[in-house]
């Protein structure tokens, strides 16, 4: 999913080392549906949830929300993950590193290809 951010960004010019530490993700439009009607259909659950009247604290909201998630079959997230934020930036950077390298060898400036177009609107010399 995310490499289309890197196709649109290296279509654009050279990808910069801060595009690299950006952490996104990009849905396709299929998902982006999907997670528009899970979350519509969690806030109308929390919305009657408060029109009746029950009073509810975070950790009841929490359980509620895994129990919704559960019931429409999606996959419950058990912890925020294993690598912190530097070292997944470190580990990016290093990858950039070596990224960088064949990037500037196959790089073609927009002046380079405005030369290029220019010369192939040259008169072909005879002789």
């Known amino acids: ?3 289309r951010n890197f196709e649109k960004l290296y279509s654009q010019g050279k ?9 996104k993700n990009y849905l396709e439009k ?11 259909m969690y806030l109308d ?6 029109a009746r ?7 009841d909201w929490i359980e509620k929300l895994n129990a919704f998630l559960k ?14 934020r530097e070292v997944a930036e470190t580990l990016a950077l290093k ?19 405005e030369v290029k177009k220019i010369v192939r609107q040259l008169p072909k010399k005879k002789g």
């Open 15 to 23: 990808i910069m080392p801060s595009d690299t530490v950006i952490a």
């Open 53 to 59: 009247g029950w009073a509810m604290t975070m950790k």
């Open 95 to 113: 990858e950039y590193e070596k990224f960088r390298k064949v990037q500037d060898k196959n790089f073609v400036s927009d002046f380079d290809r």
């Open 71 to 84: 019931f429409s079959e999606y996959e419950i997230l058990t912890n925020a993950g294993k690598i912190s």
């Open 1 to 3: 999913m995310g490499d």
């Open 30 to 40: 299929k998902e982006l549906e999907h997670l528009n009607r899970i979350g519509n």
């Open 45 to 50: 659950y929390a919305e009657m949830q408060a």
